[in-house]
């Protein structure tokens, strides 16, 4: 079974960092494309940031400066440097990864609590 497993997850104040970690679990696989979203409480999933197999990582304007996506596709590990971090920046932060003839594949998620 595909799985992904996400940790790093904190309580922290505003103004500080945390590296989100994202591993895959169980059957091994290759993906072509993953990414970060997160999910505040009554809100929708939205896209945090999104690497591709050729190196282009895209961000939401909202943690452009901020945030860093990095990791290894074809190994399906990913992180995310969150630096400067605000209250607003408080949800459940999921990985996902594009599997190649399987399809979207979800991480459980890992909450994020920026304290003012």
């Known amino acids: 079974q595909v799985q992904l497993v996400e940790s790093g997850g904190a309580l922290v104040q505003a103004g500080g960092s945390l590296r989100l970690s994202c591993a895959a679990s169980g059957s091994s696989f290759s993906a072509v494309l993953m990414g970060w979203y997160r999910q505040a409480p009554g809100k929708q999933r939205d896209m945090v940031a999104v690497?591709?197999?050729?190196?282009?990582?895209t961000y939401a304007d909202s943690v452009k400066g901020r945030f860093s996506i990095s990791g290894d596709i074809a190994k399906t590990t990913l992180f995310l440097q969150m630096n400067s971090l605000k209250p607003e920046d408080t949800a459940v932060y999921y990985c996902n990864a594009v599997v190649s003839g399987y399809g979207s594949v979800w991480g459980q998620g890992t909450q994020v609590t920026v304290s003012s």
């Open positions: 690497m591709s197999p050729g190196g282009t990582n």
